[in-house]
């Protein structure tokens, strides 16, 4: 996603088709999302796969391609049983007054979801965007030849297509190349689909994948607001001093923690963090 002055921009495939959607704020009431039709002629594809044969996106492409970024940005989340139920919690009451406008960074599409918490399995936060930012430089399609040309994310079919070395080359560990294309292979032939709760059993079936991989996935990729990534080094740390425990928290501590928060740990979680910036 690139943002310049004020409108955030985003390059999608859709069905097979490349979108392109931008998203601006005129008001403090109101965001607008656009999208727009790109020529498939106008992509250059990564150098390393075959030609990608996209098609021009129609009107359900278009419709759906803005309901993914309205999503990603959590417009349109109705948050009032959330404010109504701890405006006066200790915790939680001053933030949501403080910063009501604050949701967690969602990805368009639960594939892009769960493969970057693949990606940042134990390693620090910067370090996982720079890998992130070269398998989408190296496989992700490109519009524009331009310092803010904007790429998409490759889809699950590509990186199901990609050797572990491969991977491992843009600075994955070995053991989270393989587990990134094992499940693009599994989403990739329809065995899993990310959006759905039911294939997290067969996701929890390959190595390397565990829980706090899928609670990332529900938060993330599926919107699901008490969907809380307790395993997360950030919440270890967070927990141990707001429960002045001396230490890091276990995940069962951060877990007891948020309980009284349900049905919104995963929201609560986001706003316990938003307090520190």
């Known amino acids: 996603m690139r943002i310049d002055r004020g409108v955030a921009s985003r390059l999608l495939q859709v069905e097979g088709s490349p979108v392109l959607v931008r998203a601006w704020q005129p008001d403090r009431e109101r965001v607008l999302v656009r999208a727009e039709r790109v020529d498939p002629a106008a992509l250059a594809p990564p150098r390393s796969i075959p030609p990608w044969p996209a098609r021009p996106a129609g009107r359900a492409e278009l419709e759906l391609a803005s309901e993914r970024m309205r999503f990603a940005l959590g417009v349109d989340d109705d948050l009032g049983e959330l404010y109504r139920r701890f405006r006066r919690d200790p915790l939680l009451g001053p933030l949501l007054r403080r910063r009501p406008h604050l949701r967690p960074r969602r990805r368009p599409w639960p594939w892009e979801a769960l493969a970057w918490a693949v990606v940042k399995q134990l390693i620090e936060s910067g370090r996982a965007a720079g890998i992130q930012r070269r398998i989408v430089g190296r496989w992700g399609h ?121 049905p919104f740990r995963g929201l609560a979680g986001c706003w316990a963090i938003g307090m520190r910036g």
Request: proline share 8%; with cysteine; charged share 25%.
């Open 142 to 262: 490109c519009l524009g030849s331009a310092r803010g040309a904007l790429r998409d994310v490759p889809a699950a079919a590509t990186i199901a297509g990609r050797a572990p070395a491969e991977l491992e080359r843009l600075g994955l560990s070995p053991a989270r190349s393989i587990a990134l294309r094992a499940v693009a292979r599994q989403i990739a032939a329809g065995r899993v689909s990310p959006g759905e709760p039911t294939g997290d059993a067969r996701l929890l079936a390959i190595p390397e994948i565990g829980p706090w991989t899928v609670q990332c996935l529900g938060l993330f990729g599926r919107g699901d607001p008490d969907s809380l990534p307790a395993g997360d080094l950030i919440y270890l740390k967070l927990v141990g001093r707001l429960a002045r425990l001396g230490r890091r928290a276990t995940v069962e501590e951060v877990e007891e923690f948020f309980a009284p928060y349900a």
